[in-house]
C-alpha cells in the first residue's frame, strides 16, 4: 500500500453516511471513506452475518467488538476477538467472513 498526498485529517465516524450490504445471511453496514486509492472503513456485521462472495482483495482489517470468524477458501478459519487483526494480500487467497454475534471492524484496503 502507499500512501500518497493525503494532508492530515480526522474522521468522526458516527458523522460519516452508513450503507446497507446484505450478505448471505445478515447485513453489513459500512461507513466508508476514501483518500486517494486507500479506502478506510468502520463496517457493522449483524449477529448471524454470512458473506455472500469469495473476497480476492487485500485488507488489514481490525476487530473492534463482537467476533468475526474468517474462511479461506482452502478450508481454513481464524477467530478473531476484539483487538486482534488480520492482513492479506491482493488476490493471494480467497476469504469469506461470518459471525454469529455480531462484530465492529475497521478495515483498511
Not at 31 to 55: I, N
Amino acid at each position: 500500500m502507499q500512501i500518497n498526498a493525503i494532508p492530515f485529517g480526522t474522521t468522526d465516524w458516527s458523522n460519516v453516511a452508513r450503507t446497507e450490504h446484505p450478505g448471505e445471511r445478515g447485513i453489513a453496514y459500512w461507513r466508508t471513506q476514501v483518500f486517494g486509492d486507500v479506502r478506510v472503513r468502520m463496517v457493522e456485521y449483524t449477529p448471524g452475518y454470512l458473506a455472500d462472495h469469495w473476497c480476492t482483495k487485500g485488507h488489514i482489517l481490525l476487530c473492534m467488538n463482537g467476533e468475526l470468524h474468517t474462511e479461506l477458501k482452502d478450508g481454513r478459519v481464524f477467530k478473531l476477538l476484539p483487538g486482534m487483526s488480520y492482513q492479506v494480500a491482493d488476490n493471494a487467497e480467497p476469504h469469506r467472513s461470518y459471525t454469529e454475534v455480531g462484530a465492529t471492524l475497521f478495515i483498511v484496503d
